[in-house]
């Protein structure tokens, strides 16, 4: 399943939008009620989860990363819960890097479990209990902040400051998932990721409910030689031009764009024209990693593909170093305090 959002959620509200403003409201209201009264099953290990406001990427993989990897410096086992978006599998399964394709599992879950053991479910609590027996002590939950019937210990929302929450707008008018002050209740934090405005007037809002916002950038990991280059850039992710914007701020010159939908895995025909184009052109080829995930392990055209990449990866840094591990303290004891109040 391939999810492309349309272009005007993210621009100021149009037509468009007002037009389905009577199905934005009964889909907020539906989604509003859902969150409020889900009845939600609880685990014997903290569950964090990593979410946002929107549909589309805000950067909740690489965050998820970045707490996975201070769950080890504390000395804990951290596990991953993911869907297992645009992968084909419907059972409960752990995630072998070594050997599932995107295809079957998903492109994210192949990213967190380079990092950390990962199930991904269908049904997210059968999920966490596998990942309970599998001897983890904290789960980070890719996702599912809105829909989850999963008891949370701590819900960390992450928004873009570029994009923000676009033109403000509920599913199908604009890409908010549920109201705003409805997601707000069941979040514990808020994390904004870059430098842009677009995230303000929500943070504002989150203060005056009291809850605290952290700040994180997202940066390039490694050399890339690319300073000076002409590329052929191509990403199928929620935010294709984040991806060039950080391309160009690697001094590259792009001379192609190829945007996919997010989580699209390329034909034959699609691989055979950016293969073409970069061979006639002269150019670099780059990508995003869960781009070239999609192309790992797989044969033919998508092989010399993945050979000829150039893949840009990109990791998580908190404004405040510390902040990670406050989170998971946080998670810690409101497991702690929700296990003592069910004893």
Not at 56 to 63: D, H, L, V, Y
Not at 131 to 146: K, P, S, T
Not at 170 to 197: E, F, M, T, W, Y
């Amino acid at each position: 399943m391939v999810s492309e959002a349309p272009p005007f959620w993210w621009t100021k509200p149009d037509w468009r939008a007002w037009l389905l403003s009577p199905v934005s409201f009964l889909y907020g209201r539906i989604a509003g009620y859902r969150m409020a009264h889900a009845s939600r099953a609880a685990v014997p290990v903290p569950v964090i989860c990593v979410g946002n406001f929107t549909v589309g990427g805000a950067g909740k993989t690489p965050t998820a990363l970045t707490l996975a990897r201070a769950a080890k410096e504390k000395g804990l086992r951290p596990g991953f819960l993911s869907r297992g978006y645009s992968g084909t599998l419907d059972v409960t399964t752990v995630v072998d890097p070594a050997h599932h394709l995107a295809a079957a599992v998903g492109d994210e879950p192949l990213l967190l479990a380079r990092e950390a053991l990962t199930v991904i479910s269908r049904r997210r609590v059968e999920g966490a209990e596998r990942l309970a027996r599998e001897g983890v002590d904290l789960i980070i939950m890719d996702d599912g902040f809105q829909s989850a019937r999963l008891m949370i210990d701590y819900a960390l929302v992450v928004i873009d400051t570029v994009r923000g929450i676009g033109n403000g707008h509920i599913v199908p008018g604009g890409p908010v998932r549920a109201p705003i002050r409805r997601q707000l209740r069941h979040a514990s934090g808020l994390l904004k990721v870059g430098n842009g405005d677009a995230a303000d007037a929500i943070v504002r809002m989150a203060a005056r409910a009291g809850k605290p916002f952290f700040s994180a950038s997202l940066n390039v990991a490694g050399e890339n030689g690319l300073k000076g280059r002409a590329v052929l850039a191509f990403a199928g992710i929620a935010d294709p031009e984040k991806f060039y914007r950080t391309v160009e701020g690697l001094g590259a010159t792009i001379a192609v764009k190829h945007s996919f939908g997010d989580h699209e895995h390329l034909g034959d025909d699609e691989i055979d024209d950016i293969l073409a184009t970069a061979e006639r052109e002269g150019l670099q080829i780059v990508t995003t990693s869960k781009d070239f995930v999609r192309l790992a392990g797989r044969r033919g055209r998508a092989e010399d593909l993945a050979r000829a990449c150039r893949v840009i990866e990109v990791t998580m840094a908190f404004a405040d170093p510390q902040a990670p591990g406050l989170i998971i303290d946080r998670a810690i004891a409101a497991c702690r305090e929700r296990r003592l109040k069910a004893s």
